[in-house]
Protein backbone atom coordinates (compact mmCIF):
# COMPACT_ATOMS: atom_id res chain seq x y z
CA UNK A 1 0.00 0.00 0.00
CA UNK A 2 1.08 3.77 -0.97
CA UNK A 3 -0.28 6.27 1.10
CA UNK A 4 -0.39 10.25 -0.56
CA UNK A 5 -0.86 13.20 1.13
CA UNK A 6 -1.09 16.43 -0.76
CA UNK A 7 -0.22 19.97 0.62
CA UNK A 8 1.00 23.69 -0.52
CA UNK A 9 -2.74 24.59 -2.03
CA UNK A 10 -4.15 28.30 -1.54
CA UNK A 11 -5.14 31.38 -2.73
CA UNK A 12 -2.94 33.29 -4.49
CA UNK A 13 -2.96 36.45 -7.34
CA UNK A 14 -2.46 35.73 -11.03
CA UNK A 15 1.38 35.87 -11.86
CA UNK A 16 2.12 34.67 -8.53
CA UNK A 17 3.46 31.27 -7.37
CA UNK A 18 2.93 28.03 -4.97
CA UNK A 19 4.58 24.90 -4.50
CA UNK A 20 2.55 21.80 -4.00
CA UNK A 21 4.33 19.45 -1.82
CA UNK A 22 3.01 15.27 -1.68
CA UNK A 23 4.41 12.77 1.37
CA UNK A 24 4.64 9.92 0.20
CA UNK A 25 4.74 6.55 2.99
CA UNK A 26 4.14 2.86 2.75
CA UNK A 27 5.42 1.06 0.46
CA UNK A 28 7.56 3.20 -1.62
CA UNK A 29 10.14 0.75 -3.24
CA UNK A 30 7.03 -0.71 -5.18
CA UNK A 31 6.40 2.92 -7.03
CA UNK A 32 7.63 2.89 -10.66
CA UNK A 33 5.90 6.11 -11.56
CA UNK A 34 4.80 9.61 -9.98
CA UNK A 35 3.48 12.71 -11.22
CA UNK A 36 1.24 15.27 -10.79
CA UNK A 37 -3.20 15.87 -12.03
CA UNK A 38 -5.56 18.81 -11.55
CA UNK A 39 -9.25 18.72 -12.67
CA UNK A 40 -11.26 21.90 -12.54
CA UNK A 41 -15.19 21.96 -11.79
CA UNK A 42 -16.86 20.12 -15.09
CA UNK A 43 -13.52 18.97 -16.52
CA UNK A 44 -11.82 15.73 -16.98
CA UNK A 45 -8.76 15.30 -14.53
CA UNK A 46 -5.60 15.59 -16.43
CA UNK A 47 -2.09 14.94 -15.91
CA UNK A 48 -0.07 17.91 -15.20
CA UNK A 49 4.02 16.96 -15.06
CA UNK A 50 5.23 13.62 -14.32
CA UNK A 51 8.17 12.03 -12.81
CA UNK A 52 10.61 10.36 -15.09
CA UNK A 53 9.40 7.20 -15.58
CA UNK A 54 5.64 7.93 -15.74
CA UNK A 55 3.01 9.14 -18.14
CA UNK A 56 4.91 11.95 -20.47
CA UNK A 57 1.53 14.21 -21.15
CA UNK A 58 2.29 17.24 -20.18
CA UNK A 59 -0.22 19.66 -20.08
CA UNK A 60 -0.02 22.42 -22.86
CA UNK A 61 -1.03 25.24 -20.55
CA UNK A 62 1.23 24.18 -17.40
CA UNK A 63 3.97 23.26 -19.37
CA UNK A 64 7.46 25.88 -19.06
CA UNK A 65 5.49 27.30 -16.09
CA UNK A 66 5.55 24.46 -13.79
CA UNK A 67 8.45 21.82 -12.55
CA UNK A 68 7.99 18.36 -10.87
CA UNK A 69 10.56 17.33 -8.45
CA UNK A 70 11.01 14.45 -5.67
CA UNK A 71 13.32 14.22 -2.47
CA UNK A 72 13.81 10.63 -1.64
CA UNK A 73 15.30 11.79 1.54
CA UNK A 74 12.48 13.33 2.45
CA UNK A 75 10.06 10.80 1.12
CA UNK A 76 8.62 13.96 -0.57
CA UNK A 77 7.57 15.36 -4.46
CA UNK A 78 6.90 18.57 -5.29
CA UNK A 79 5.02 20.71 -8.13
CA UNK A 80 6.67 24.14 -8.39
CA UNK A 81 4.06 26.31 -10.19
CA UNK A 82 5.17 29.83 -11.49
CA UNK A 83 3.46 32.39 -13.81
CA UNK A 84 -0.17 31.11 -12.29
CA UNK A 85 -3.40 31.91 -14.74
CA UNK A 86 -6.78 31.70 -13.23
CA UNK A 87 -7.16 28.83 -15.73
CA UNK A 88 -4.58 26.88 -13.60
CA UNK A 89 -7.11 26.60 -10.79
CA UNK A 90 -8.43 23.41 -9.98
CA UNK A 91 -7.54 20.11 -7.10
CA UNK A 92 -4.34 19.14 -7.80
CA UNK A 93 -3.59 15.69 -6.90
CA UNK A 94 -0.61 13.28 -6.02
CA UNK A 95 -0.33 10.10 -7.97
CA UNK A 96 1.94 6.93 -7.99
CA UNK A 97 1.78 4.06 -9.69
CA UNK A 98 3.22 1.00 -8.37
CA UNK A 99 3.87 -2.69 -9.29
CA UNK A 100 1.59 -5.32 -8.13
CA UNK A 101 2.23 -8.58 -9.02
CA UNK A 102 -1.40 -10.22 -9.45
CA UNK A 103 -2.33 -6.72 -11.12
CA UNK A 104 0.07 -5.26 -13.02
CA UNK A 105 0.39 -1.20 -12.52
CA UNK A 106 -1.76 0.22 -9.75
CA UNK A 107 -2.99 3.82 -9.64
CA UNK A 108 -2.54 5.39 -5.99
CA UNK A 109 -3.90 9.13 -5.10
CA UNK A 110 -4.31 11.68 -2.41
CA UNK A 111 -6.84 13.56 -1.07
CA UNK A 112 -6.08 16.50 -3.08
CA UNK A 113 -5.20 20.13 -2.61
CA UNK A 114 -7.41 23.35 -3.84
CA UNK A 115 -5.33 26.07 -5.58
CA UNK A 116 -7.31 29.58 -6.68
CA UNK A 117 -5.77 31.64 -8.59
CA UNK A 118 -7.75 34.73 -8.81
CA UNK A 119 -7.41 37.43 -11.54
Known amino acids: QVQLVESGGGLVQAGGSLRLSCAVSGSISSITAMGWYRQAPGKQRELVAPISGGNTNHTDSAKGRFTISRDNAKNTMYLQMNSLKPEDTAVYYC??????????????WGQGTQVTVSS
Open 95 to 108: NAVSFRPGWGAVDY
